[in-house]
């Protein structure tokens, strides 16, 4: 049984546009991923780490716990030995509370890569290799969270060029979320049940290669 880590945020834990509620765990893409990889004969075991309002290295003034660096070396060690991590991060760093852009965002996750590569794993467990999602771009927020996201539209340009330059700097796959999905029609940011569904699955094929290997 290979185990794989979501490390992301509200948009891979399923919430449901302009609700607090939540998809189901076959309903969401981390979910979807793991059965289509059983319907290819692969065991994988997909753990969910994913938490409303997480940054890639940056603080929340008004939550406490959303910076993604802090305890991501743990988390790695908690959970070894990994087949692969998954990182789909940036969206909030892009809030209206934040001055950040793209390239602030692919610096944060440059970090988290750092974070992953250096975390105290037990003796002779492998370093796991690491997938970079980049996620669809913001479009125009709509709904409650309107204020928070606003002017993300334009801060999020050039996020996944941003993301696949550094990926192939530090050696990690690289997969533009954007190629399969745009982001919810309901509320801009997040992702509707058909857009999960279309996603997994799109990982699902990038993935099992990475696991065969």
């Known amino acids: 049984m290979q185990q794989v880590l979501v490390y992301a945020d509200s948009l891979s834990w399923g919430i449901v546009p302009l609700t607090r509620n939540r998809l189901p765990f076959d309903r969401r893409w ?14 994988v075991r997909v753990i969910e780490d994913c938490l409303n309002g997480r940054r890639t290295v940056w603080d929340d003034p008004f939550k406490p716990g959303r910076n993604g660096l802090a305890g991501l070396a743990q988390r790695i060690e ?5 087949a692969l991590v ?11 509370m934040h001055p950040h852009n793209a390239w602030h965002a692919a610096q944060g996750i440059a970090a988290l890569v750092n974070a992953i590569r250096t975390a105290p794993i037990e003796p002779g467990m492998p370093a796991p290799p690491i997938l970079v999602v980049a996620p669809p771009p913001v479009e125009t927020p709509k709904g409650p969270l309107a204020p928070k996201f606003a ?3 334009m801060k999020c340009a050039g996020l996944a060029q941003a ?6 700097s530090l050696h990690c796959a690289f ?6 999905t745009r982001s919810s029609r309901v509320d801009g940011v997040h992702l509707d049940e058909d857009q999960h569904l279309a996603l997994g699955t799109a990982l ?4 099992a290669p990475m696991l065969a290997d």
Do not use: C, H
């Not at 981390?30 to 065991?43: Q, S």
């Not at 908690?78 to 990994?82: C, M, T, V």
């Not at 998954?86 to 809030?95: E, F, R, S, V, Y």
């Not at 993301?163 to 192939?168: K, N």
């Open 151 to 153: 002017g993300a539209e």
């Open 30 to 43: 981390p979910g979807v991923m793991e059965i289509a990889l059983g319907e290819r004969g692969m065991k």
């Open 163 to 168: 993301y696949r330059e550094l990926a192939q």
């Open 78 to 82: 908690a959970n070894s030995p990994l």
């Open 86 to 96: 998954i990182l789909m991060l940036g969206t909030n760093d892009l809030q209206s």
């Open 204 to 207: 699902a094929g990038a993935v």
């Open 175 to 180: 997969f533009d979320a954007a190629s399969v």
